[in-house]
């Protein structure tokens, strides 16, 4: 038993560390072109909306639905829009310059677009990160249980977890210049997965009951949802034409949807 863990564990730590290698492609391209930046947080939007309103939200209905009945999809309803009223209440209290010493530029010179990008960057890398500890508790459940749906199941969550890499590196590296830093936001998100396996698991064993993780993912999904409608996608049309918001946005979509697929 104690090597299932071990392997659930290494499972674990794949299907998040794929979330580097997804960020590291945004290195690819140039950061200088502004249509681009605008496909990439069409495409930031696109896999945050997906993921909510497929994924997220339908976990969350089946986790409520064993302990809440018929009262399941309204506890799932009113989470969606606590989530969005918390994202909505973080919005309006964080100060403009947020984050602004971590942009490569003199302070005098450093733009309110600047400044958009780089928060929606940081928006984008909290929310993915409280979402993927419940995802990292699944992980290593099944993967400790049943090694050989466990393998399947990482190699999947590796694939859709490489589009969110992405989503959370684009807009840090082009608003602050900084590989370095792009790279440690998608690193910790990467890490949340595996942190969750180990302190969810513990947690839901000893203290924290199961039904909990259903409210969380609905809360989850309204801020995702949330930042996608009030920070990306505004910012995205003010980069590029509304055509390559689309596109980045359906692409997103397309990419996150397609590794779901697997799962």
């Given at each position: 038993m104690?090597?299932?863990?071990?392997?659930?564990?290494?499972?674990?730590?794949?299907a998040g560390f794929a979330t580097v290698l997804g960020g590291s492609f945004s290195f690819m391209l140039k950061r200088t072109s502004l249509r681009v930046l605008a496909i990439g947080l069409g495409f930031s939007a696109g896999v945050m909306i997906y993921m909510a309103l497929t994924e997220i939200l339908k976990d969350s209905k089946e986790f409520t639905s064993q302990y809440f009945g018929d009262v399941a999809p309204l506890i799932t309803f009113l989470g969606f829009f606590a989530g969005i009223v918390i994202a909505a209440?973080?919005?309006?209290?964080?100060?403009?310059?947020?984050?602004?010493?971590?942009?490569?530029?003199?302070?005098?010179?450093?733009?309110?677009?600047d400044e958009k990008v780089n928060q929606a960057g940081i928006l984008t890398a909290m929310a993915i990160c409280l979402h993927r500890f419940p995802e990292g508790l699944t992980m290593f459940l099944v993967a400790s249980s049943n090694i050989k749906l466990g393998l399947p199941l990482a190699l999947a969550l590796a694939i859709h977890n490489m589009p969110e890499g992405i989503a959370i590196s684009l807009p840090v590296y082009h608003a602050t210049g900084k590989k370095r830093l792009a790279l440690l936001f998608t690193f910790l998100a990467s890490l949340a997965g595996p942190i969750g396996a180990v302190l969810g698991f513990v947690l839901i064993k000893m203290f924290m009951p199961q039904m909990a993780i259903g409210i969380l993912f609905s809360i989850v999904a309204g801020i995702m949802v949330y930042i996608s409608l009030d920070t990306l996608m505004p910012l995205a049309r003010e980069y590029g034409e509304n055509h390559d918001v689309m596109v980045g946005i359906f692409a997103g979509m397309f990419f996150i949807g397609a590794g779901l697929l697997l799962v």
């Open positions: 104690e090597s299932n863990y071990l392997i659930a564990f290494a499972l674990t730590l794949f209440t973080i919005d309006y209290f964080m100060p403009a310059h947020f984050g602004n010493d971590m942009i490569d530029k003199k302070p005098e010179d450093i733009t309110e677009k």
